[in-house]
C-alpha cells in the first residue's frame, strides 16, 4: 500500500484540524499556521512552498538553522522562539518525523524498569489463572470473579487500557455483536477498540457470570464490571442508583495489587503494563499520533518520552515479545 503524499498546505491543514480537536482556541490555531507557513517557506525557499510535497526528511540540524534563522532575520524574542520551536516539533511528530536531541520541556525520561517485563507480565497472567497460594474462603468464590479479574489485566496489557478507562465503561460502551469496547477519551469523545477472538469470549464469559437478577443491563449506563462480595457469595447491586454496584478504582487497583503480590512480582503496576503497551505499539510500527488517539491521551506531546526512550534505549532479551493485540 503506498503512502499517500500530502503537500505542505494539506500537511499543515491535517495537523491544524488534529489541534482544534484537542481544544486549542480559533486565535492559537491560526497561530500555529502562521508559523507553519513560514517554516514551509524556508525549507522551500520558493513562494509556492505550500503546493509542494511535504518533506519527511527534516533533520535536528535543518530545523536548529531555521530556529537561528528566525532568530536572526526576524528578531525573534526567546519566548517566540520556544513557541515556534513547539509548534513545529508537534507538528513533525504529527507526521511521524522525530527530532532527536531538540527541546522538549520538562520531562521525566523513563527508563528501562518503567516498563514491565515479559517475565512479569507471564508470571502475573499464570499465577492469575492458578489457585496458588488462595485460601479456601478465596477459592470459593474464585470462580465467579477469574473471567472479570483476566480480563481487566488483559485489556491493561494488550489494548493499553488505564484504570480510569475501566472503572468508567459501562454497557452502552460494549458492543457485544462486533466484539468492540467504546470507551471515553478525552475530551468526551468515544474510541472503538476492536477485541481479538480470545479477549471477546472472554468479555461475554465476564457478563454471563453475573446472575441475570443482577446482570448489567445491555444499552444502559449499569457499569461492565461488577462488584463481587466474598463474604455472601454475590455480585452486589447498589439501591442508590438502581443499577449493579460498580467496581471502583480503589477495588481494581487493590484486586490487582493482591495478584501481583501473589505472582511475586514487586515491580508491576498498571502504569508499567500501560507504558509496555506503549513501547510495544511504538515497535510494531504504530505512529505517536495513532496511539494518542487510541489510547485516549490529552496530546501528542504525552508521547515524547516514549519515543525518545524506544530511539536511544537497548531492549533485553526480557523485552523480546509484542504484548499487543493483533486483530
Known sequence: MEMIILTWDQSIHEFLLYMQGNGRKLSTVQRYRYDLVLFALWVENSEDALQRPFKRNITTDRFKQYLNAAKTNRNCSPTSL????GVIINFLDYHGVFLDSVDRGKQELLQLHNFASDTEIER???????????TPY????RSHILNRNLLIVR?????GFSIHDLTNLTMQDV?????????TAAGGIKRAIPLHETDRKLLLATYKDIPEPVQPRQNTLDPLFVTFHHATGTFQWDYSTDSPKKLTKIAMQRMLQKEIKRANIHHLSPTTLRNRHILDSLRSGIS???????????????MHRYIIFWRSSPLSDNYRKIWRAHI
Open 82 to 85: 520556544k513557541r515556534i520551536s
Open 155 to 159: 485489556l491493561m496489557i494488550y489494548y
Open 124 to 134: 502475573l497472567l499464570q499465577t492469575m489463572k492458578s489457585l496458588e497460594e488462595l
Open 175 to 183: 458492543n457485544f455483536g462486533q466484539g468492540v469496547l467504546l470507551p
Open 288 to 302: 505517536g499520533a495513532e496511539i494518542k488517539v487510541l489510547l485516549g491521551m490529552k496530546s501528542i506531546e504525552a
Open 138 to 141: 478465596q477459592i470459593a468464590g
